[in-house]
């Protein structure tokens, strides 16, 4: 059905009207949301001030009626009270169901009804305490309810009581007295919170006044500027109209132009030919500059075109054939330029041509691209015969186009011989591995116009020669229009890589010396051996071997020999394996052994059988020879863990207790063994340790010496303590790490991670509070291992010329043990720095293996009672003994006594009676973090201590 164009409009203008007028529509609806919101929060903000006034005023009359009672113990007095007192508790109840997650309304509704507010008000207090809760002013003015709800639960408390007291008839008048002062006193702090109320509901109201005035001024600010827009945007439309026909009658002259084109026109019955400015223009003439007729424009046309072009156009002219060519005319200028002309003759009313006309381009730009292209392809043709790698070309049919010289040997077809013939008869390939044939990759790159890469091992048959191993990638050719229209294939020999891969793979997971799988391959196996058993469950066992006298041999005939008894070893230990066992080298002298189903009383025989093999062979080198052993540790799977950590642990934790049993042994490892599990929580705590130091997690901390007697703020020094944060920041007493720090050689870094940590502290500190007062002294414990390190006294003497530390302010502290086990060593260390400025303290003296001969010969400044004996010395007469006798020989021999361990002020004053020169403990202070320590003032260490 037709519409006119009458009942068009009329159907488009209530259309047209509401597309101009919306944004009015909107404003002024916003606008009454605006204002019914405002009205329904102003008028719930209303009901919950006379919800107030009802609430004081039943509040205020209540309290008149309770003193009334009081005075005259009138009992009707005191039921008027609780009748007002029942308004108060009908609003908490209200406030209370409404503070509920999901309230009660008719509660709610009950409780506001029974406080004798307006029913008309009730549902909009609810709406506004639900809406508002946590809104500024709503949650202000509940939180002023809830609290004078605690004093109104107070008054009711004082009225019970009061109540209670007088119908008992025992209260006095002071009591009734006190009960009322207290009723008037709550009724005197009730005031400043309802006045609170009030006044938070209506500064609310006030407030929403104002929203509410400037939501009227800025919606009718809104009005006028969508007023002012639109009416911009009718005067635009009415101007853009105008543009379009200016536009329109403008169009073909512009398209003229734009063409770029020049136009020609012939009649026929005249020689002179027609041109239009362009035209003149590209053939180098002014405007209205060039006269031509047919036969002279015809000489204009290079002698190469010229017939070819004549011959067209008669062609056109007697049988109405296509004229577009392509020619070159000489311009102006003398030269040459390609263009195309494209024409038509007009036929008159006899059927003869009478007229034609034609467009002139210049097409010299795309002809010179068009050179440059086929000098490209010539020269990609040339590069591609040129490389290294095959290369074929292929239609979108599939059909191979071009065959390079690589590809022709590589394949076997020549590309005679190949051209024209589908992909897959020249270019066949499979998976090495599966024999399988690979679908042809051009046909997937063309379907899925993708780049397709060969995947896995492949190998290209070949015509008539064995399959060769190669690597392809096809990807789809597109023209200027990024159509497909072809594929290019790529593949290259990788004969030779693969014959590097597979070597480089062995080399990856053997070692180079022994041909044995390495510990990755070991623990690969491993994993897969774990893997296997939580499918299969069975009993399999895991070997560690550490050779006895490999570091013997290493130091006294030289690496070479070394090398050759690990030759040796191996060849003797692979026989004595059953088939399917692994044998790795796991490094330096460490082999690994898996036994794959292996119970454990076979494990152990065979773990015998190697121990015995290598305890019988006598390895010679030229004039030398040496004895062999080995340390077994053996941990059946079941027993060491499910992971190839927890096995790999457990192995090691059972060889190194071979070795500490006397070696040349194989030790099982038992998860309920008690040394085993010392050692193997050890052995963690090695891991642990050295985490420790990467991520810097040790700390230090600081605890002072002071003197017996006198001013005991005076201290020979501070000492520096250890601590370790675990990984959870937990603080950690040396007591738990230090003794696998010390069996597994772990002292000396720990003890230099001290030394740079602690003089880099006291080297900020001397900054901070300037050089010219004597520096405080610090103590510094190091250990055995340490001391024996031929390199660590350089590296002390190197810390203290990086950190400008003054030997003064530093004192060693050494124990007993450590000194006796390395006297001579120890001995050097102390007078090497004692000469340049540095203390020491003999530390944990008379727990030792030593005797008194040693003090003698060490040159200590300080001898540190060890704790043991000063802890119970007021208890045990031994231990009281015994300090005595350390701190006589001790200033004997000129040297200072300091006890350890002091807890209380008795130990203190007894340390003080025996004449001990200086104590350490929480009697004087407690360790605290190094750089927090603070000085305690003369007079207050008792304090502190008490």
């Not at 290079?302 to 004229?323: I, P, V, W, Y």
Request: with cysteine; proline share 3%.
């Amino acid at each position: 059905m037709n519409t006119t164009p009458s009942a068009a409009g009329a159907t488009r203008s209530p259309r047209r009207w509401l597309h101009i007028i919306w944004p009015f529509l909107a404003t002024v609806a916003l606008l009454l949301l605006l204002s019914d919101a405002s009205l329904h929060v102003m008028s719930g903000m209303r009901a919950f001030v006379s919800a107030e006034s009802l609430w004081s005023k039943a509040q205020k009359t209540a309290v008149s009626y309770l003193e009334q009672y009081a005075s005259t113990r009138n009992e009707d007095a005191y039921q008027r009270y609780l009748t007002e007192m029942a308004i108060v508790a009908a609003m908490r109840t209200a406030r209370v169901e409404l503070d509920k997650p999901s309230p009660d309304l008719d509660v709610v509704r009950a409780g506001f009804r029974d406080a004798r507010n307006h029913p008309a008000d009730i549902e909009s207090m609810i709406d506004l305490f639900r809406r508002f809760r946590n809104v500024g002013f709503m949650a202000t003015a509940i939180t002023i309810w809830t609290q004078a709800d605690a004093q109104i639960a107070e008054l009711e408390s004082t009225a019970q009581a009061l109540h209670g007291a007088i119908s008992a008839g025992k209260a006095n008048l002071v009591e009734v007295q006190a009960l009322a002062d207290r009723v008037r006193a709550i009724d005197g702090q009730l005031t400043p919170w309802e006045e609170a109320f009030s006044a938070t509901l209506e500064e609310a109201s006030r407030q929403t006044t104002m929203f509410l005035s400037f939501g009227n001024i800025a919606v009718a600010v809104a009005l006028v500027l969508i007023a002012v827009l639109r009416t911009r945007g009718l005067v635009r439309q009415g101007e853009d109209l105008e543009g379009q026909l200016r536009t329109s009658e403008e169009r073909l002259e512009y398209a003229l132009v734009a063409s770029n084109d020049g136009f020609w026109d012939w009649a026929l019955g005249r020689a002179e030919l027609y041109f239009s400015p362009r035209f003149e223009q590209l053939m180098g003439h002014e405007q209205g500059t060039m006269r031509e007729t047919a036969a002279s424009f015809l000489w204009r046309i290079h002698s190469h075109d010229r017939r070819a072009t004549a011959e067209r156009l008669r062609k056109h002219l007697r049988r109405g054939e296509a004229f577009d060519l392509e020619f070159r005319i000489r311009v102006r200028d003398g030269a040459h330029r390609w263009f195309r002309t494209r024409g038509r003759a007009l036929l008159g009313p006899e059927g003869k041509p009478q007229r034609m006309a034609g467009s002139l381009t210049d097409i010299t730009d795309r002809k010179q691209a068009e050179a440059q292209i086929f000098e490209e392809k010539e020269r990609a043709l040339v590069t591609l015969a040129s490389i290294a790698d095959a290369v074929i070309t292929v239609d979108m049919s599939g059909q191979i186009e071009f065959i390079n010289p690589v590809a022709e040997r590589l394949t076997g077809w020549d590309n005679g011989r190949a051209r024209g013939r589908l992909l897959s008869e020249v270019f066949a390939v499979r998976d090495e591995n599966t024999g399988i044939e690979i679908p042809d990759p051009v046909a997937r790159a063309l379907r899925e116009r993708c780049v397709v890469k060969s995947e896995g091992n492949v190998v290209l048959h070949r015509r008539d020669d064995a399959p060769v191993a190669i690597d392809y990638s096809v990807a789809p050719i597109r023209n200027r229009a990024s159509s497909i229209v072809g594929a290019v294939l790529v593949f290259h020999d990788m004969s030779r890589e693969r014959q590097y891969a597979a070597r480089l793979s062995h080399l990856a997971s053997h070692d180079p010396l022994t041909g044995l799988p390495n510990r990755r391959e070991f623990e690969r196996r491993l994993n897969l051996m774990l893997a296997n058993e939580q499918r299969d469950p069975f009993n399999h066992a895991v070997l560690y071997l550490d050779l006895d006298q490999f570091k013997v041999v290493n130091d006294t005939c030289g690496h070479a020999a070394g090398d050759e008894l690990l030759r040796q070893v191996t060849g003797l230990l692979r026989p004595l394996l059953r088939e399917g066992d692994t044998l790795a080298r796991l490094g330096g002298d460490e082999f690994g052994v898996l036994l794959e189903y292996c119970p454990p009383e076979p494990a152990v025989r065979i773990a015998e059988t190697m121990r015995s093999a290598l305890a019988d062979f006598r390895f010679v080198w030229k004039t030398r020879s040496f004895n062999g052993s080995v340390s077994v540790g053996l941990v059946n799977v079941t027993d060491g863990g499910q992971t190839l950590a927890g096995v790999l642990s457990a192995a090691d934790a059972a060889c190194y207790m071979a070795k500490d049993k006397g070696r040349n042994r194989v030790q099982v490892y038992s998860s309920n063994s008690n040394e085993m599990a010392v050692r193997h929580g050890e052995m963690e705590w090695v891991n642990r340790i050295q985490h420790a130091l990467a991520e810097n997690r040790f700390c230090l901390y600081a605890q002072p010496v002071c003197v017996t007697r006198g001013d005991r703020s005076s201290r020979p020094y501070t000492e520096l303590l250890l601590r370790l944060r675990d990984e959870t920041n937990e603080l950690i007493q040396p007591v738990e790490f230090i003794p696998a720090a010390e069996r597994y050689n772990l002292m000396p870094a720990i003890d230099k991670w001290v030394i740079t940590t602690a003089f880099a502290i006291i080297a900020q500190n001397s900054e901070a509070h300037g050089t010219e007062e004597a520096p405080e002294t610090f103590a510094i414990n190091l250990s055995g291992a340490s001391i024996s390190e031929d390199d660590f006294l350089d590296f002390v003497c190197d810390q203290f010329e990086r950190f400008s530390i003054r030997y003064a302010s530093i004192c060693f502290e050494i124990t007993e043990t450590t000194a006796v086990t390395s006297l001579s060593k120890a001995t050097d260390f102390m007078r090497v720095l004692q000469a340049r400025g540095c203390r020491f303290a003999l530390d944990d003296f008379g727990v030792g293996l030593s005797s008194f001969t040693y003090l003698k010969n060490l040159p200590a400044d300080f001898v540190k009672i060890d704790g043991s004996f000063v802890v119970d010395m007021l208890q045990n007469p031994v231990n009281h003994a015994m300090v005595q006798a350390i701190h006589s020989i001790g200033h004997i021999l000129g040297k200072k006594t300091i006890a350890e361990s002091v807890e209380t002020v008795a130990l203190l004053d007894a340390l003080d009676a025996i004449g001990v020169d200086y104590a350490q403990g929480f009697a004087v202070a407690p360790p605290r973090i190094f750089g927090q320590l603070r000085r305690v003032p003369a007079g207050k260490q008792r304090a502190i201590a008490a």
